[in-house]
């Protein structure tokens, strides 16, 4: 128990770090197209263990959100976004429930699910957490298409980025 | 006391949730200025709107009361004209400023063109009233025209919308001037020349009369400013202007009577000798 915590917070900073450090200043541009931007960090929430009490996760979100909005200057975007996917993230893992139940210790990651049970539960959330990033980040719906167009192709990259972190990390990081 | 800790430790997650994101939407439009701005602007069209609808309810309900004082109003006013029209005759003088150099006489419209390229009006007041050629003619919103031949009971008007119709005309403020003409087939809109194009002029400004001839005073308002534009090659505005008074829904206008009028020109025709 002890270390999944110690693990886990290792994990978020280092995550944080890479985020606010390296994936910031990656935007791909093709063309007049800006708008793909790659999203790591949401996976520090996706990757609790799946127990954590729920006020922890907020909680937890609030802390990296609000670290990675001073990376990007952007007070409380980030953390309104990520607080959102914490506030969402059991809702879809009860949703996702296969038949023998989960082990509540652990985190819910590629290695312990399988492969298209974790790219469900990444896209789903990854998917929720970019549109409201991105809704908030506009803050008005006459940018709808700027908002969706955002979403759909920062999600494509970030959800394929994550698969390869969880392919490449394989045992719990 | 108990029951409230119960809700929190049942509820406390989603009030979490709630207290953090509200902690958020302050912190994003309190800091992020292009988040405040849109929040502001949001806000003002929002409360505005709701302030529109009070406001209009409030006056409907003020209906009654209004057209009491209006009607009241109205029977008082009937009282002084009719009282007048016994005792004084037609021709009455508003203006007091200068020197009660202008004199209005109040005629009725009786026959009018609006469509046709070069308009014509008819106004119930000949010389018996006090009309002359060359007068200018008003309404309470603007200008109307000029008189051109008159008869015993009748006078004939060039308005603003014909096609040989020149009113000299300057923006308010400005001393500029142009001549004001209809060139268009819209009977609301007339067209300002000749404002030299270093005239620091912008869509709304008031046009008025310049004074400058001998027909209107000085200062009557005439329209605003639509739209403008400087013509290839040319020093000049082109300027279009929005009328104030609707020459189609008009009925009744004011001949202006300017008493110095023969002394003006006499001098001036002096110094062309």
């Keep these: 128990m002890n270390s999944l915590v110690t693990k886990s917070v290792i994990r978020a900073v280092l995550l944080i770090l890479l985020q606010g450090l390296v994936f910031r200043r990656i935007a791909f541009q093709m063309g007049d197209f800006a708008f793909i931007h790659l999203f790591i960090y949401p996976i520090i929430i996706l990757l609790l263990p799946i127990r954590t009490p729920k006020i922890i996760q907020i909680t937890v979100a609030f802390v990296v959100g609000l670290s990675i909005d001073a990376f990007y200057s952007s007070y409380g975007i980030h953390a309104s976004a990520l607080v959102f996917t914490a506030y969402i993230r059991n809702f879809v893992i009860k949703l996702l429930e296969p038949y023998s139940g989960y082990n509540v210790d652990e985190s819910p990651t590629l290695s312990k699910l399988g492969f298209s049970w974790f790219l469900s539960f990444a896209s789903i959330l990854f998917f929720i957490h970019l549109f409201f990033y991105f809704s908030v980040e506009a803050f008005s719906f006459v940018f709808f298409f700027e908002i969706l167009m955002n979403t759909i192709f920062s999600f494509i990259a970030s959800i394929l980025l994550v698969m390869l972190y969880q392919l490449i990390f394989r045992n719990d990081y | 006391m108990k029951n409230i800790l119960l809700i929190f430790i049942k509820y406390g997650t989603h009030l979490l949730f709630i207290a953090f994101q509200i902690i958020f939407f302050t912190l994003i439009i309190n800091i992020n200025r292009v988040h405040g701005d849109i929040y502001n602007n949001t806000k003002s069209i929002f409360f505005e709107n709701l302030n529109n609808k009070v406001d209009q309810l409030s006056d409907y309900l003020k209906l009654d009361e209004q057209n009491d004082s209006l009607a009241r109003e109205n029977a008082r006013l009937m009282d002084v004209i009719i009282n007048q029209r016994i005792n004084t005759?037609?021709?009455?003088?508003?203006?007091?400023?200068?020197?009660?150099?202008?004199?209005?006489?109040?005629?009725?419209?009786?026959?009018?063109?609006?469509?046709?390229?070069?308009?014509?009006?008819?106004?119930?007041?000949?010389?018996?009233?006090?009309?002359?050629?060359?007068?200018?003619?008003?309404?309470?919103?603007?200008?109307?025209?000029?008189?051109?031949?008159?008869?015993?009971?009748?006078?004939?008007?060039?308005?603003?919308?014909?096609?040989?119709?020149?009113?000299?005309?300057?923006?308010?403020?400005?001393?500029?001037?142009?001549?004001?003409?209809?060139?268009?087939?819209?009977?609301?809109?007339?067209?300002?020349?000749?404002?030299?194009?270093?005239?620091?002029?912008?869509?709304?400004?008031?046009?008025?009369?310049?004074?400058?001839?001998?027909?209107?005073?000085?200062d009557l308002p005439i329209g605003t400013i639509v739209n403008f534009e400087i013509a290839k090659g040319s020093s000049n505005y082109v300027i279009d202007v929005g009328l104030f008074n609707d020459l189609n829904n008009l009925s009744y206008a004011y001949l202006v009577n300017n008493k110095l009028k023969e002394e003006q020109l006499n001098l001036e025709n002096d110094i062309d000798e």
């Excluded at chain 2, 469509?115 to 008003?138: E, Q, S």
């Excluded at chain 2, 001393?175 to 005239?199: C, D, Q, S, Y």
Aim: hydrophobic share 40%; proline share 5%.
């Design chain 2, 89 to 218: 005759p037609k021709s009455i003088l508003l203006d007091t400023l200068l020197l009660q150099q202008y004199s209005f006489i109040p005629a009725e419209i009786c026959n009018k063109t609006i469509h046709l390229r070069n308009n014509y009006f008819t106004l119930c007041a000949g010389k018996i009233d006090g009309a002359k050629p060359m007068m200018g003619v008003i309404s309470t919103e603007g200008i109307v025209g000029i008189t051109t031949k008159v008869s015993e009971n009748y006078s004939q008007v060039i308005p603003l919308l014909h096609s040989q119709s020149r009113i000299s005309a300057s923006i308010k403020g400005l001393h500029f001037f142009g001549n004001l003409v209809w060139k268009e087939a819209n009977p609301r809109i007339m067209t300002l020349e000749a404002v030299p194009k270093h005239a620091a002029i912008s869509i709304g400004d008031t046009i008025v009369t310049s004074g400058y001839s001998s027909i209107f005073p000085r």
